[in-house]
């Protein structure tokens, strides 16, 4: 079908819904009539003839997961009519965001579109239902529920929701980007639903009971119980089918530049190995963040109701865990090569100490710090309480010599244009020492400091600052100190800017200059002594 073609297939199939529907039947078999030929390359071939009961793709960005996608989507859908699967994301607004998109492409490709073959989120008109299928074991609410003509469906499952899967019943599951699931969730929440809705009818299909998890290799631990089925599959060939692949494959299908310009932006650098060529990373040890626990410290919160009233517009009312009436905390990290911030919130009433979002612009980019404030500003619009509190390094009391201001009453002047209060208080104040850094934040992670807060991480809205801190190496200074190993910051690391230890010292500065004076109260003590430093 040409590019033509398929506008004026979506055209007419817009037509049908402005007309309350009408003879949808008619053009459904006009378009399964229409044959797509679709040159698939060796990962997919091999992926396609696979029936094993475990499918994983190790694919690096650009191998082609979207047409997989919709190859194996369109397979389940026309072998398993009114079966019933779970389509399994970290969180809802991942799904909607960015795994959707994806499917809606990937089934494209392969002559099933949106508003004729499916419905996301919603049942088929009403003058379609009569002969729409239905599965058998159909939804009580199709809110989060991907409907197709034959009856076949898709619960749309979010890890971030609290037990979301458990209690349905499903004939197969499918993942994407499996390296951000959690392995505990899927075998307590999703694994046991896969008894089936219709043995009988499904028994010989090879998708029957089958589970398709797909992503790129592995940026931190969690991701690993993935890469560790490779080990699984040797053991259990019959039944288990793992195919690491990379973009080299695909090379015809993409542009001249690609892999070129991924290693430029990123040159050698681990994550590029990681994304691109499967090569699996060697996870930091002696970390400068060394108690940082993804199951201790960090959690996911959205809004749903935001994305089900606005579809994807991204911004605060999004944010499940953003309070009403408390300030910003931002911590800010500057340069020429990076201006970064974590945002937080200081929840006084229960002891704890949230990371909500983390942002960065880059150089590169030809960003500065004023779009980085911009962008802060407009995600936080729709907050009641516009007052920030700016932390920073020592680099904020400096001016840039573009302005009589320094870094940080720039910042102020401009948020305060977009109507925020706000307040700088590193005025004047020395680059904490690493070491009481270091000090700090594991007397929190710890948590039995009794005059520090709890520590919370928003791991979905901070993903390059949850790198950055799991990143972070430590480092032996000349009198022995521990010291934070800034080398990641060089331009011959060969790091992603956004990964380095940017972000990570942004987000330090608000914890030292808050709980220094708590965390030596506890030190002082200990000792007999008594202080009200500042």
């Not at 209690?167 to 008894?195: C, F, H, V, Y």
């Not at 990076?338 to 590169?364: D, M, P, W």
């Amino acid at each position: 079908m040409t590019p033509k073609e398929e506008l004026q297939l979506k055209e007419q199939i817009d037509r049908l819904h402005k007309n309350n529907g009408g003879d949808y039947e008619s053009l459904l078999r006009q378009v399964n009539n229409r044959k797509k030929k679709i040159q698939l390359n060796v990962p997919q071939m091999l992926a396609a003839k696979s029936l094993a009961s475990y499918l994983l793709l190790e694919w690096g960005r650009g191998t082609g997961k979207t047409t997989m996608y919709g190859y194996r989507f369109q397979q389940v859908i026309t072998s398993m009519p009114r079966s019933t699967g779970l389509f399994i994301g970290p969180t809802y607004q991942f799904i909607l965001t960015r795994i959707v998109p994806s499917l809606v492409q990937g089934l494209e490709m392969f002559g099933m579109y949106e508003g004729l073959h499916y419905f996301i989120g919603q049942m088929a008109p009403r003058g379609w239902r009569s002969s729409w299928g239905k599965a058998y074991q159909p939804p009580k609410n199709y809110n989060r529920y991907i409907t197709f003509y034959n009856g076949t469906g898709a619960h749309l499952i979010s890890q971030d929701v609290a037990g979301d899967g458990r209690g349905l019943n499903s004939d197969w599951i499918k993942g994407d980007e499996s390296t951000l699931l959690s392995a505990a969730k899927l075998q307590e929440n999703t694994d046991p639903t896969l008894r089936g809705t219709n043995k009988k009818a499904f028994e010989k299909s090879p998708y029957f009971g089958s589970r398709f998890y797909s992503g790129s290799t592995a940026l931190t631990p969690e991701g690993q119980w993935f890469t560790d089925f490779e080990e699984k599959a040797e053991q259990q060939p019959d039944k288990i089918n793992f195919i690491s692949a990379t973009c080299q494959w695909n090379m015809e299908n993409l542009r001249k530049e690609y892999l070129d310009e991924a290693e430029l932006n990123a040159y050698a650098h681990w994550v590029y190995e990681a994304e691109y060529l499967n090569k699996r990373p060697k996870f930091t040890k002696n970390g400068f963040y060394g108690l940082f626990d993804v199951d201790t410290h960090c959690y996911t919160n959205f809004n749903y109701s935001h994305y089900e009233t606005h579809g994807n517009k991204i911004d605060c009312r999004g944010d499940g865990d953003l309070t009403k009436g408390v300030p910003l905390i931002l911590g800010v990290d500057w340069g020429a090569a990076i201006n970064c911030a974590s945002v937080n919130q200081h929840l006084r009433s229960i002891n704890e100490y949230r990371t909500l979002k983390s942002f960065y612009v880059l150089g590169s980019d030809q960003k500065m710090q004023d779009d980085l404030f911009r962008d802060i500003a407009k995600y936080y619009q729709y907050h009641d309480c516009k007052e920030i509190i700016l932390f920073y390094d020592l680099g904020g009391n400096h001016q840039t010599g573009n302005t009589r201001y320094t870094r940080a009453q720039q910042a102020q002047k401009l948020l305060q244009s977009l109507g925020w209060k706000v307040r700088l208080l590193s005025n004047g104040m020395n680059n904490p020492q690493h070491e009481v850094k270091h000090a700090i934040w594991e007397a929190i992670f710890k948590g039995d400091h009794p005059n520090l807060p709890a520590y919370k991480m928003n791991k979905s809205n901070c993903p390059e600052l949850y790198i950055s801190m799991k990143h972070a190496k430590t480092k032996i200074g000349s009198g022995g100190e521990i010291k934070k190993d800034k080398s990641s910051e060089k331009a011959k690391a060969k790091v992603l800017r956004q990964h380095a230890t940017d972000l990570s010292d942004a987000n330090d500065a608000p914890i030292y200059s808050l709980f220094k004076n708590a965390y030596k109260r506890r030190i002082n003590s200990n000792l007999g002594l008594r202080t009200s430093s500042r």
